[in-house]
């Protein structure tokens, strides 16, 4: 059995319904850093089937706690069997802990549900806090006020959907987090990365100033080693370097600062698996030191290539990771395209490869590389209304959707933006009965439905032509069965 003992430290100017939380919140320390996503569930394109077999594979608790006491592992886990495990240990040690739902999909979200001694109710997202206690960052999604607002505020004065009663939930501040987390020693120095991520941000924000004074900073170390050199030679060198970050343009700006993240800010902390490691880098990382616009002039790709075919000479060979295999047969890697250069990396440590086009292109030979959709605002909209999701994430899907909001007035306003994607949303219809499906209407009066077959497949239907979509799992991709089809 798991334990969940605080000493005199860990409980210190804590209350009664604190500590309790303090008890969810170590465990939650505990076995999320051996944790890892499934990726047969969130890496299985359409194979919808390969992703009921992961949702419905409950977790070994004995390997679990082998792997707590080893701290080392790489166990994959989806939302439910990691939550039921979660309320199983939080009961054992006499907390009383439930699984909720905020979803009606067939792969339901799930949360744990605690009530504490005093009758208060917490909402905590174990899954989605994988990635961001692998890498010491703040953890939104724990016991907060703004993820009931997103997922289950909807189901105040009734039932969730898998029948529990949201009467009277509480949540914690940023300030009983924190000092929780102090106390449990998760914070650094009582700092989370997200602190050292802001400064960062700060830094970048003024970067051709900072960079450049902090090479001209390690060079005058180097010319005061060299007696001879004069104050005017000096200031020749001061100036060239100043002038080479004061002439960049925009992209080499852009190049500049992912060279010096993968440089110098490429450890991966203590990430396990591929899809957690990809949302920290792409959602905690990038998006947050970059400008809104810079972060849109990158294109994500992922890729992975069977181990028996990756050449001797290939270029990809030394950044992936041979110690955390997610798939044997599968080494999985991510590309960040930016200009004329892609970046390709993966869960190894401060490890990459910069490609140019014919690289890249070679790369494309022997490895399967597919383009990442961004979970557009179009797409967080329908995700909080909670059906029809895979679809919604689906790469078919998510494609369509994101196609749909690109033909938003480009001349817009964020803000008039931002309303007219909300406008949109509330348009689109989802339902997951009597099967699950999107309605997704266009400008000229033209509807795109999709919906998931008997079969469990992909389907695109428009106008009288309905196209199949089967999932080759060898590939990653899908193959086109284009049939005529009858008006819905």
Not at 30 to 35: A, K, S
Not at 101 to 126: A, E, Q, R, W
Not at 321 to 341: A, P, Q, T
Not at 384 to 406: I, M, Q, T, Y
Request: one cysteine or more.
């Amino acid at each position: 059995m798991v334990e969940l003992k605080l000493n005199k430290d860990e409980m210190k100017n804590l209350t009664d319904d604190e500590i309790e939380i303090a008890k969810a919140r170590k465990l939650e320390i505990l076995i999320l850093p051996i944790l890892r996503r499934n990726l047969d569930f969130f890496y299985a394109g359409g194979n919808l089937k390969g992703k009921a077999k992961a949702y419905r594979q409950p977790l070994d608790n004995d390997a679990l706690e082998q792997a707590i006491k080893n701290k080392k592992d790489n166990i994959p886990t989806v939302c439910k069997p990691l939550c039921k495990m979660v309320a199983q240990i939080l009961n054992d040690n006499g907390i009383n802990a439930d699984i909720v739902s905020c979803d009606t999909d067939m792969f339901k979200h799930t949360d744990v549900l605690i009530t504490t001694k005093s009758g208060k109710k917490y909402i905590i997202n174990y899954l989605e806090d994988i990635e961001n206690i692998q890498s010491g960052m703040k953890t939104p999604d724990f016991a907060s006020q703004p993820y009931y607002e997103r997922r289950y505020k909807k189901f105040e004065n009734g039932l969730t959907t898998d029948g529990k009663s949201l009467d009277g939930i509480d949540f914690l501040s940023s300030e009983q987090l924190k000092k929780i987390d102090n106390n449990l020693g998760y914070t650094q120095y009582n700092m989370y990365m997200n602190d050292v991520i802001e400064q960062i941000k700060k830094e970048f924000a003024d970067f051709r100033s900072v960079m450049a004074e902090n090479e001209w900073a390690s060079k005058q170390v180097e010319l005061e080693k060299n007696n001879n050199i004069t104050i005017e030679e000096k200031e020749k060198i001061k100036k060239q370097i100043f002038d080479r970050y004061n002439n960049m343009t925009e992209s080499e700006v852009l190049e500049n600062k992912l060279d010096w993240i993968f440089n110098h800010f490429n450890d991966r902390m203590d990430l396990k698996g591929h899809a957690d490691y990809v949302m920290y880098y792409s959602r905690l990382l990038l998006k947050e030191v970059l400008t809104d616009d810079e972060y849109r002039k990158i294109t994500r790709y992922d890729g992975f290539v069977n181990t028996n075919n990756i050449p001797e000479d290939s270029k990809i060979k030394d950044v992936l990771d041979s110690e955390n295999i997610d798939n044997i047969n599968k080494s999985r890697f991510c590309l960040l395209e930016v200009g004329d250069k892609t970046y390709a990396f993966s869960t190894k440590p401060n490890s990459y490869v910069k490609l140019d086009k014919s690289e890249l292109e070679n790369l494309s030979k022997y490895a399967n590389i597919s383009k990442s959709e961004r979970p557009s605002d179009l797409m967080l909209y329908l995700c909080d209304r909670g059906n029809a999701l895979p679809l919604v994430f689906h790469p078919l899907g998510s494609k369509l959707l994101n196609e749909r909001a690109d033909l938003i007035d480009e001349n817009l306003t964020e803000e008039e933006r931002k309303k007219a994607i909300e406008d949109l949303s509330k348009q689109i219809k989802t339902t997951d009965e009597p099967v699950t499906s999107i309605l997704i209407p266009y400008p000229n009066g033209e509807e795109k439905y999709i919906y998931i077959s008997p079969d469990d497949e992909f389907v695109l239907k428009e106008k009288n032509k309905e196209t199949i979509y089967h999932y080759n799992e060898e590939t990653d991709s899908f193959e086109e069965e284009i049939k005529s089809g009858e008006e819905r």
